[in-house]
């Protein structure tokens, strides 16, 4: 082998594969096309805005006819296309109006993503219309399946789960769930012209007073709600997003209406506005050691105080004016839930049987019809949820094992 075979062997390893682990970015301009090599985890990020330096985008400057293979772009299809021979100025407008090509692998990642987030969206959002109960996932899953729901990257889960909805109708009976309002009042005249409205939109009426009314209805009527409080001086609420027994959707929801002035976000679509998330923690406050409820709660006067997992209360007086809450089953067994929430019991019983010693509490607040279900593990931390309390059930399980 000569010196001069030697020193390209060494030079340049057969191992070696330029250009490899990028995202191409394509554009087909006056019948010639253009590709960019690009790295995969910056290309989306300078599309999105976050990304603003371009340097950190471009694997290289150089402008190609083939990436793959190598084929450079001539000098005189860079002027006819683009009006200038600067690649870095045209790297920036191939990367700003081209084609990113993605493979296989990532294609297939992304739509198994968006299918996972429309499962989670119809399991969030929808019922079974004669148990008031959400499906598990396994089972929407398997009816998106069996209809042939495609994924289209261009629209959000969202859009894609709703817009299934009629098709798994024709599988099984689901619903989109219903969303509790409040709608607060300041006149007679202006509380019957309220529930006028509330009667032609088919809204069932839950609690009603002089200047107080709670409903819950289909989602698609808080377009009509929205407009009618603007058009008011009647102040809406969102209560509940999606009002299921025993859901995963059970947490509060509520307007900013009393310090924001206005009752909700205009072009909210079907009620997913701007609600500020309130606190469980400060709506359970008298539960809490030093929450300022602790005293309105008398009936759960002799239950133990809740440990908290992630640290003291702070005892703040954001939430001093929280409803108390009426503890409907006392911290106790799974098993010994009274028949009234059998539904409950046959699902919660699960966890007993992943680890034992696990307890609950029934819990509603002072006005509501939702009824909370908190959990404790045998150390006695609270955990919020079932789905909380049964992975961390699974957990110490597996860790048990080992």
């Not at 005249?189 to 009314?213: F, G, H, P, R, V």
């Not at 008011?232 to 509520?254: C, I, K, R």
Request: with cysteine; net charge neutral.
């Amino acid at each position: 082998m000569s010196g001069r075979a030697m020193k390209t062997q060494l030079a340049l390893p057969t191992g070696i594969k330029k250009l490899t682990n990028i995202a191409v970015v394509r554009l087909k301009k006056h019948g010639v096309r253009f590709e960019i090599a690009c790295y995969k985890n910056t290309a989306g990020a300078w599309r999105d805005g976050f990304e603003k330096d371009i340097d950190n985008v471009l694997q290289t400057t150089q402008i190609y006819n083939n990436v793959s293979k190598g084929v450079f772009a001539k000098e005189e299809d860079l002027l006819k296309a683009f009006g200038s021979a600067d690649e870095k100025v045209v790297a920036r407008l191939i990367l700003e109006t081209g084609e990113v090509q993605v493979s296989d692998k990532e294609r297939k990642n992304t739509f198994d993503n968006i299918f996972r987030d429309a499962v989670n969206v119809l399991v969030d959002k929808c019922v079974n219309p004669e148990t008031n109960r959400p499906y598990p996932p396994g089972m929407i899953e398997r009816a998106l399946r069996e209809v042939h729901f495609q994924v289209d990257p261009t629209k959000s889960a969202k859009q894609q789960a709703l817009a299934a909805l009629p098709r798994l109708q024709k599988v099984f009976p689901i619903k989109r769930a219903e969303m509790r309002f409040r709608l607060t009042v300041p006149t007679l005249d202006l509380a019957s012209a309220t529930l006028d409205m509330l009667a032609n939109e088919n809204a069932t009426i839950e609690k009603q007073t002089e200047c107080e009314i709670v409903c819950t209805a289909d989602p698609s009527v808080y377009r009509a709600l929205d407009k009618f409080a603007k058009e008011t001086s009647v102040q809406l609420e969102v209560v509940t997003m999606a009002v299921m027994e025993g859901g995963v959707s059970e947490t509060f929801h509520e307007m900013e209406s009393t310090r924001g002035g206005a009752a909700s976000a205009s072009g909210a679509g079907d009620g997913d506005g701007a609600y500020a998330m309130r606190d469980m923690d400060g709506a359970l406050a008298g539960a809490v050691p030093g929450g300022d409820g602790e005293a309105k709660m008398a009936k759960a006067a002799a239950a133990p105080r809740v440990r908290r997992g992630g640290g003291d209360d702070d005892g703040g007086g954001g939430e001093a004016a929280a409803a108390p809450v009426e503890v409907l089953y006392p911290r106790g067994p799974i098993a010994g839930m009274p028949e009234e929430h059998a539904s409950r019991r046959d699902r919660f019983v699960c966890i007993d049987e992943i680890q034992g010693g696990w307890l609950v509490e029934l819990r509603r607040r002072g006005g509501s019809s939702v009824v909370d279900a908190v959990f404790f593990s045998p150390d006695g931390v609270l955990h919020k949820s079932f789905a909380e309390a049964r992975r961390e059930a699974m957990r110490a399980k597996r860790e048990g094992a080992a």
